[in-house]
């Protein structure tokens, strides 16, 4: 079983739609790193956080530290927000990041 | 700032060939990251450099080494290349690996991939 797993692992949506992507971790966790990889196959940086929320424009980054359970929600989804979705654990023991596979997201106009 | 460059983005090598992949972030991160990606899987730690002058193996980290040259330089060398080698790969930086703010430093950056085959 992997430590990170996150669902769904692919998900398809109308323009418009909130979107809701899980990750669920098994280990002790210091915080949680959200990334965003483009078709083109860069990789950004969205949230890291360690409780509560963040947010930033349309996309909200939600954790509950004792469930082991983050979401990353994306309000008025648009096409342009087309990508796979990954989740990074950041383990408390030794600060390395587990990484979950991704959630392919796909938002169709 | 160019944030994290990496250097080629595409390249084709035959079984046995040697090449050194290079990275380079101006944004004075002590951290440096080196990753394949794999279709289907996720991003897999080769080796990283917690900061100058030292380096650590990751989940993969055989059939490579790594050489942190300077704060701002890690470069991920195949010394005799495999078609299991084939990937996408990956560098990233972060701030620092210990933090007294909790998980904050951790946030990685990364680099546009290189993208490598091995026949």
């Known amino acids: 079983k992997n430590e990170v797993e996150q669902s769904p692992q692919n998900l398809t949506a109308q323009e418009g739609e909130f979107i809701t992507i899980n990750c669920s971790y098994s280990?002790?966790?210091?915080?949680l790193h959200w990334l965003q990889q483009h078709p083109g196959g860069g990789i950004v940086s969205l949230f890291m956080?360690?409780?509560?929320?963040k947010k930033h424009g349309r996309l909200i980054a939600t954790i509950n530290i004792q469930e082991k359970h983050s979401s990353l929600h994306i309000t008025a989804s648009h096409p342009r927000d087309s990508a796979v979705y990954i989740c990074?654990?950041?383990?408390?023991?030794?600060?390395?990041?587990?990484w979950g596979a991704g959630t392919k997201l796909i938002i169709k106009p | 700032n160019a944030g994290v460059t990496q250097t080629p983005k595409f390249q084709v090598l035959k079984t046995g060939q040697s090449m050194t992949l290079q990275c380079a972030q101006d944004?004075?991160?002590?951290?440096m990251y080196w990753y394949r990606q794999d279709p289907g899987m996720g991003l897999r730690l080769i080796y990283y450099s917690a900061s100058e002058g030292t380096t650590d193996k990751g989940e993969v980290p055989n059939g490579y080494n790594v050489s942190r040259l300077n704060k701002r330089e890690f470069s991920l060398r195949l010394e005799s290349a495999a078609p299991s080698q084939t990937s996408v790969y990956f560098c990233?930086?972060?701030?620092?690996?210990?933090?007294?703010?909790?998980?904050?430093?951790?946030?990685?950056?990364f680099g546009p991939g290189t993208r490598l085959t091995v026949t």
């Open positions: 990074a654990a950041l383990m408390d023991s030794n600060y390395q990041l587990i």
């Open positions: 944004m004075n991160h002590n951290s």
């Open positions: 990233a930086s972060s701030v620092l690996r210990h933090s007294s703010l909790r998980g904050m430093g951790y946030e990685q950056y």
């Open positions: 956080l360690s409780s509560g929320k």
């Open positions: 280990v002790g966790i210091s915080a």
